[in-house]
């Protein structure tokens, strides 16, 4: 399986703080790379798909970059409904696997 | 607007089996181009896919629950469902049934998930 590592696990930031996670793939997944936002009790969100696209009706605020092994998730003037946990998924080979997520906080 | 609600028990045995139904509401679960996911997230791990379904029937599982779990589609219900089986305390999650798309492989749709907690 392919092994996905987060960093950091965990981001203390500020409501208009602009902040980026990254996410490092254990081989080279080309661009199939996602990010999925999760917060208590509500459905989990897609944010980016195939690295850098931003998912309808997500903010602008969000960008996603890179391919191969190396891959960013950034935000930009946080603001409080950001505050979340973040993780990325491979879908470059079965089984998907995601990392162990970025929880962001205050 | 596609909707996805994930239905269990809670509470589950050790050794039982663990079944979860997910309702697809808003459209037909055999739209082209998509299939159908189950997730789940274990207390203080990551998320950990289980497995897919097409609305056709053909399935695919992660090979680490080593053939204990089974998934099947209800066409004329808009709903898949997971069984579970020789459950432990390790099994004890949040489970998600989410929507991939075919061209990406990514999920775009997800419920809100289900607690299931395997205790005696």
């Known amino acids: 399986d392919i092994q996905m590592t987060q960093s950091p696990s965990s981001l203390s930031a500020s409501v208009g703080d602009s902040v980026t996670i990254t996410c490092r793939s254990s081989r080279s997944i080309r661009s199939n790379l996602n990010w999925y936002q999760l917060m208590p009790g509500k459905a989990p969100k897609l944010l980016i798909y195939s690295a850098s696209n931003l998912q309808g009706g997500v903010p602008s605020r969000f960008s996603g970059s890179g391919s191969g092994t190396d891959f960013t998730l950034s935000i930009s003037s946080l603001q409080l409904e950001d505050f979340a946990t973040y993780y990325c998924q491979q879908s470059y080979s079965s089984p998907p696997t995601f990392g162990l997520g970025t929880k962001m906080e205050f | 607007q596609v909707q996805l609600q994930e239905s269990g028990p809670g509470l589950v045995k050790p050794s039982q089996t663990l079944s979860l139904t997910c309702i697809v509401s808003?459209?037909?679960?055999?739209?082209?181009?998509?299939?159908w996911n189950w997730i789940r997230q274990r207390p203080g791990k990551g998320l950990e896919w289980i497995g897919q379904?097409?609305?056709?029937?053909?399935?695919s599982y992660n090979p680490s629950l080593k053939s204990r779990a089974s998934m099947s589609v209800d066409t004329s219900e808009n709903q898949i469902s997971l069984r579970l089986r020789s459950l432990t305390a390790a099994d004890t999650a949040v489970y998600y049934c989410?929507?991939?798309?075919?061209?990406?492989?990514?999920?775009?749709?997800w419920g809100q998930g289900t607690l299931v907690t395997v205790s005696s």
């Open positions: 989410a929507r991939g798309v075919d061209l990406g492989d990514y999920h775009d749709l």
């Open positions: 379904i097409y609305s056709s029937g053909t399935v």
């Open positions: 808003g459209d037909s679960i055999s739209s082209g181009g998509f299939y």
